[in-house]
């Protein structure tokens, strides 16, 4: 049973913020305590101002979409979306997919997620050549518990092996979830994304 089940159907919230609280309080100079992979990225990622909602099945993902379309009143709006086999799987849900960087939100794979920081690794199979800074300030990402790695560098590794004849060039980090209020010339050229991650369980 993954820790996600674990997390989410067995240990009460109060039993996990105690869990998350402990952790917090230790002592910088205590020694680093060594979390499994997933309990790493999740603490991370929330650390992060990540919001991720775990998904059991196929079923799930497209629940917890229609929420996030509902919440945040994106029905009927523009997504930009790069990802042909994403438009087809998420086709009827009144959205509009295109490419422009004008729309609601931004909705993409990712090529790994890295436990060690929290963080999301893409890359232009995901973003082509855009820049962060150029795309929508809110993010959806479907990702997988099988796509979960230690380390920027075992993510760098796997892409390299995935795509031994033509290495996917843009490969950046998304690790900053905290949608900036105001713009001003302190965040000129900040990558922070308002950003809903959906993760599967296909362990």
């Not at 991370?44 to 929420?67: A, I, M, T």
């Not at 998304?174 to 050229?189: N, T």
Request: proline share 2%; hydrophobic share 35%.
């Amino acid at each position: 049973m993954s820790l996600f089940r674990r997390l989410f159907f067995s240990k009460s919230k109060s039993d996990q913020k105690n869990k998350e609280r402990h952790i917090d309080n230790r002592s910088k100079y205590m020694p680093e305590i060594d979390l499994p992979i997933d309990e790493s990225f999740m603490m991370n990622f929330k650390k992060n101002g990540g919001k991720f909602l775990y998904c059991d099945n196929d079923n799930e993902v497209s629940d917890s979409f229609d929420k996030i379309l509902l919440e945040n009143d994106w029905y009927e709006k523009d997504v930009c979306c790069f990802d042909t086999t994403l438009e087809q799987k998420f086709s009827g849900f009144n959205l509009n997919f295109v490419k422009d960087i004008s729309s609601s939100f931004f909705f993409a794979t990712c090529e790994y997620l890295i436990a060690d920081n929290g963080a999301i690794l893409i890359s232009s199979n995901q973003l082509k050549e855009k820049k962060l800074i150029e795309l929508p300030d809110n993010f959806v990402i479907l990702a997988a518990t099988s796509q979960l790695v230690k380390s920027i560098g075992e993510g760098l590794k796997g892409i390299k092996n995935k795509n031994k004849n033509s290495i996917p060039s843009n490969i950046t980090t998304i690790k900053d979830f905290e949608p900036q209020k105001e713009k001003d010339f302190l965040s000129y050229g900040s990558s922070s994304k308002n950003l809903y991650l959906l993760l599967l369980e296909d362990l």
